[in-house]
């Protein structure tokens, strides 16, 4: 049965019967706190009333580029009171993953990394050897010899088993050849997550699914991703907070991550807001049944930000279509 999103609008009886609903909130980051360095308004306001009422906030992101401790940075320079217990990022759920549940037996265990510090920081505390990632040896042209060195292996680990790729802010032709290989020669392909899109400063850039497509275009192979909607993050997630998941929302912008994740976990409701990847490809979810949009699936009031105004109206309004709420 098709569950209707049902829209939170002004109505503070409404938003007061939702919060009280759950004792967690699950947050996603890009897209819902902020638009790259921009906080949207009442970001912090609404996650001090939360605490104020006892409930308990986690922050779930498929953002790779940083580690938990950056992130905690990020969220105190914004304003936010945090602690790196509550952050849950795709390169550490990904680092978890290949230290404590694949355990590939060494030395064949290393990493091909296509990515940025926040994995290396990670894998690296979970004692995960790796090659590649912001490696400046890599950013440059191929040569003659790495065409030749690469075919005939001379250039290559023996003891790669797995290439995780993530987003790369440097992707280039030799570090795709480099992981081409790895995988032709049987490595794991792993993502850390495969968000088409990133969205920052108001509006959307290349995702980490973006860098991952060339290889899946060459092997044919589709990754394992580790992030959002994958439930080892789920499951890691409740293993560690031992929540209700009755009990808990997820409140996400990304309708094939975020709020699949919550509908996959059989959390107790989930929150689509419309900052962030509404209208990146997965305005085309729209077009579907709304089967992954609970009941509970709520639109919070939200002001238009001065970019969304002249914003395509790519979305139908309609049964199965969400409608951006009339503006409070
Ligand atoms: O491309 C990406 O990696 C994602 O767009 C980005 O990381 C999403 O982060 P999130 O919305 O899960 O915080
Ligand atoms: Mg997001």
């Not at 919070?300 to 279509?321: A, F, L």
Request: glycine share 10%.
């Amino acid at each position: 049965m098709a569950h209707l999103p049902k829209y939170l609008t002004g109505d503070q009886t409404a938003i007061n019967e939702f919060i009280d609903k759950f004792d967690v909130f699950l947050f996603d980051c890009d897209g819902v706190l902020w638009s790259g360095d921009h906080l949207f308004e009442g970001t912090v306001e609404t996650l001090e009333l939360l605490r104020s009422r006892g409930k308990k906030t986690i922050f779930v992101t498929n953002n790779s580029t940083k580690s938990r401790a950056d992130y905690l940075k990020k969220l105190t320079s914004m304003g936010i009171p945090g602690d790196v217990d509550e952050i849950f990022a795709s390169a550490y759920s990904s680092a978890i993953y290949i230290a404590r549940i694949m355990k590939l037996p060494a030395p064949k265990n290393k990493v091909f990394v296509l990515g940025e510090s926040g994995i290396e920081t990670e894998l690296r505390s979970e004692g995960v050897e790796f090659i590649g990632g912001t490696d400046p040896a890599l950013r440059r042209d191929i040569t003659p010899e790495d065409y030749k060195g690469i075919a005939d292996g001379s250039l290559l680990d023996d003891n790669v088993g797995i290439v995780l790729a993530g987003l790369d802010f440097h992707i280039n032709y030799l570090k795709l050849a480099h992981a081409y290989h790895y995988l032709a020669r049987g490595a794991k392909f792993l993502a850390t997550n495969t968000d088409s899109t990133l969205p920052s400063n108001h509006t959307f850039f290349p995702g980490a699914g973006s860098i991952s497509i060339p290889l899946i275009n060459m092997t044919g192979q589709q990754p394992l991703a580790l992030g959002k909607p994958s439930q080892a993050m789920m499951d890691a997630i409740e293993g560690k907070f031992r929540f209700d998941r009755k009990k808990a929302c997820m409140v996400g912008d990304r309708l094939n991550t975020d709020i699949q994740f919550g509908i996959e976990g059989k959390l107790g409701g989930t929150l689509a807001v419309l900052t962030g990847n509404w209208l990146g490809r997965d305005a085309a979810q729209w077009a579907r049944p709304a089967t992954l949009i609970p009941k509970e699936a709520t639109i919070p009031p939200y002001k238009t930000e001065p970019w969304q105004t002249n914003r395509p109206r790519s979305i139908k309004e309609g049964r199965d279509h969400a409608r951006s709420p009339d503006r409070p």
